[in-house]
Each structure stands twice: as C-alpha cells, then as structure tokens.
C-alpha cells in the first residue's frame, strides 16, 4: 500500500461507531489488545467545548531548525506545510510532529482557516499554534500544547506529509485512525479498526451497565471489573437488549 495516498473517509457506520466511545473506553480495549502506547502526550484542546472528532490521519512532519532551510523563503517550496494542506482529503486529522516544541507555532490563522476550508475535521499536534484568536475564529478543532508567537521558522524544518511520525510520543502512520476527545487523542491502527469498534462498543455498555449498578449501591469488589456471578447478570440483561 502506498502510504503517500490518503485512503477515502471512514464508513459512516464506523465513523459513527467511535464518535460515541470515549478515548478513555478505547485505551481500555487497546491495552487488552497489547497496544500501550496509544495514547498522544501534550495534546489538549485549544478551547474546552470540542466535540469528539474522529478521522484518519494525515501526518506531517518537522525536524529541528536549520538555518539554512527554515526561512521564510521556505514557505513557497515545493515542500512546505502550505503544499500539504493543499494535499489534504476532507474529513482527515491533520497530525503534526513538531518533536514537542512550545516556542514556535507551527500553523496560525491563515493555515488553519485553509485547512478548513478544505474540510480537515482536526489538527493534532504535540506542538502549539500561534495567531489564538484567529484560529479559534475559523473554527477549525484544533488540539496542541498552547501557543506561541513566533512562526515555525524560528525553531523547525518542515520536511514532509504522509510519513509515519512521531507525535506525542506515539507512532502514527498515514491512514491511522485517530479519535480526539476531551481525554485527548488516542490512535488505533488501520488494520485494527473492525476489532476495536467492535470491542469498544462493548465495552461502553458494559460500562454503562456497571455504572448503573454502582448508582444502585452495589459494592464493587466483584463488580468493576466484573466476576463471574457478575458477568452471568450482565449477559442475562444483554439478552434483554436485543442481543
């Protein structure tokens, strides 16, 4: 598969599927399945009333600045960030290694009103924004560290789209899916996705059940996570459900 090439959108069945799991839900299935390191460190919405957005991922990638390469000149190059967003399929998380960086904003207003424009659902970054107040204006859901004035240039080298990254401490390849929520942002891998649907969607409802139980006053040895006693009462209930 060439990775350079954005798969189409997700199915809307699956689409829809994650955005009612929590990320919290979905680290849960992930470490049952082997996967730790799923979730991305540093990343946090830039306002508080995001809504969970679900995508795949376009990945971009920046190395340390040289002075050489990161100048402003740069921005016109073949391979700058104003290329990859022209590259960018719509209902895709724009996921940004910036190595962490907080001292020079990688994208501003300009870039993030383009981007969508374009009908990019997310940027995920684990490094920080600059121009705030024009970001927040073009609405665009935006997850990072915080801001900083300075432009890219001043402390990265952009050198490419559609690689796997490093971003937040968590590999990411091109066309892995990412879900962003409060929590922050967890990644599962494109082959996994069918299994992880299934399984989390499971998971919220036992979880729901259970929390149910609690408001009843059951104690949670045996309960949370659920024995086998427990287990037989929630199956009894599932079949009641339809299921």
Request: proline share 8%.
């Amino acid at each position: 598969m060439d990775l350079t090439e954005p798969l189409p959108p997700l199915p809307t069945d699956i689409a829809h599927a994650l955005a009612s799991v929590t990320t919290a839900t979905l680290t849960t299935v992930l470490l049952k399945k082997g996967l730790r390191n799923c979730w991305v460190r540093h990343a946090r919405p830039l306002r508080a009333d995001l809504p969970r957005v679900v995508g795949r991922a376009f990945t971009l990638r920046f190395v340390p600045m040289r002075e050489d390469l990161a100048t402003p000149a740069s921005w016109g190059n073949p391979i700058s960030t104003r290329a990859a967003i022209e590259a960018m399929p719509a209902g895709c998380v724009a996921v940004v290694d910036a190595m962490g960086v907080t001292d020079a904003g990688i994208f501003g207003d300009i870039l993030c009103a383009r981007m969508a424009r374009r009908g990019v659902a997310a940027l995920l970054t684990d490094g920080v924004v600059r121009d705030l107040a024009g970001v927040l204006s073009t609405g665009l859901p935006v997850w990072c560290q915080g801001t900083a004035a300075p432009a890219s240039v001043a402390g990265l080298t952009f050198v490419g789209w559609q690689q796997p990254v490093a971003c937040g401490g968590v590999a990411v390849f091109p066309n892995d899916v990412v879900v962003i929520d409060g929590d922050g942002a967890v990644l599962i891998p494109q082959a996994l996705v069918d299994d992880v649907v299934a399984a989390a969607i499971e998971q919220e409802r036992l979880e729901g059940w259970i929390m149910r139980e609690v408001e009843a006053g059951s104690p949670l040895p045996g309960l949370y996570p659920p024995n086998a006693e427990t287990k037989a009462r929630y199956d009894a209930w599932a079949q009641t459900q339809g299921s």
